[in-house]
């Protein structure tokens, strides 16, 4: 299926296209040989988006054969009511219909089918996850903050620079954002040194602050409010920047990454692990809160999906641009579902343990 063909379908054109070969290195390759007839599987039930990924082994990595995403406001208007409504429960089972199709189409048999922030937070959470079951026969399994880290950080490690000490990863959801000081052991292995999760994300500043029209004065009210939460984390884990980058997973990376780059449409191939200076980034999000709504709706690199979300994400990577002032960032096209392939990869020992 093309590209042409998801966006037809709803479908996103972000992800990684059918048959790309994402290796471990982080670097996509022009060919490896797949191993053995394992296909697997990995969806990510987030708060804003429903994302599936499907892979089979290679040797030295995995090979996408088929992907999904797409917006679905999964935890719209949970800050007022605390439950997961009849027409989010509708697009979301409508999303998962067509990733349990995938999953059948490609004989999947190696799954990991999680949720995320709006599972964990809303009360009929236990009513949500039966009536997809019944709807779909997807069992969501709702991880918990911790773990939603460590898949980040798997997924996205292969682009810590080589030659560096390590990162701070920050993953910006749609409900909450994940902050993790990863360094390098003596033998180079990437290690979580210490993590963090904070209950906002862009959905949850966009719905409180607005996102259609933010001013400047409610622009700093949304990174004030972020740096409250993240203020402890690095005072306690902020110290000692030498040799690390900041390492961002999000679309709101991605989103200034693409027009930073003036694409006319978003490329992940051009995105996923390319640099951006503090000064690119200051550039980019001047110029995108310069924009109205309209116009940033139109923008090819955002869309009308994410023209009210996008300013709420730059605040919350802005509050930890401030508490972490590190002059590179590397942007992450990958995450929590790239996590769970390798996981599931190396626990069947069709890949190497880092």
């Not at 990510?44 to 499907?54: A, F, P, S, V, W």
């Not at 390590?166 to 993953?171: P, T, Y």
Request: aromatic content about 4%.
């Amino acid at each position: 299926m093309n590209d042409d063909t998801r966006l037809r379908d709803g479908t996103l054109p972000r992800g990684d296209p059918p048959q790309a070969i994402v290796a471990i290195t982080g670097e996509e390759q022009p060919m490896a040989a797949p191993i053995g007839d394992g296909v697997y599987a990995a969806l990510d039930l987030g708060t804003n988006n429903c994302r599936l990924l499907i892979a089979r082994p290679t040797s030295d990595g995995f090979r996408v054969v088929d992907s999904f995403s797409r917006i679905i406001r999964l935890g719209e208007g949970m800050a007022a009511t605390g439950k997961i409504s009849d027409a989010a429960l509708a697009r979301a089972i409508s999303a998962l219909g067509i990733c349990r199709d995938k999953i059948r189409t490609r004989k999947a048999r190696r799954l990991r089918l999680i949720a995320t922030e709006a599972c964990r937070a809303a009360s009929n959470a236990n009513e949500f996850c039966e009536r997809v079951q019944h709807a779909t026969g997807i069992k969501l399994e709702v991880i918990d903050r911790e773990t939603e880290a460590k898949l980040a950080v798997i997924g996205c490690s292969p682009l810590i620079d080589p030659n560096g000490r390590g990162a701070i990863l920050f993953d910006i959801g749609g409900g909450s954002s994940e902050l993790v000081r990863i360094e390098r052991d003596p033998d180079g292995a990437p290690r979580i040194r210490a993590w963090m999760s904070i209950p906002l994300g862009v959905v949850t500043l966009a719905e409180h602050f607005g996102g259609k029209v933010v001013t400047a004065d409610s622009y700093a009210t949304m990174v004030n409010e972020v740096a409250m939460y993240v203020a402890p984390f690095a005072a306690e884990h902020g110290g000692d920047l030498a040799g690390m980058h900041l390492l961002g997973t999000s679309g709101t990376v991605t989103t200034l990454a693409g027009l930073h780059l003036d694409l006319v449409r978003y490329d992940r191939r051009r995105i996923d692990g390319i640099w951006m200076s503090a000064g690119d980034l200051d550039a980019t999000i001047t110029r995108l809160r310069g924009m109205s709504y309209h116009e940033r709706a139109q923008n090819h690199c955002i869309g009308s999906e994410r023209a009210d979300l996008v300013l709420a994400g730059c605040a919350i990577l802005d509050a930890v641009r401030a508490a972490f002032p590190l002059q590179r960032l590397r942007v992450a096209d990958r995450g929590l579902r790239e996590g769970m392939l390798v996981e599931m990869m190396r626990e069947d020992g069709v890949l190497g343990v880092a």
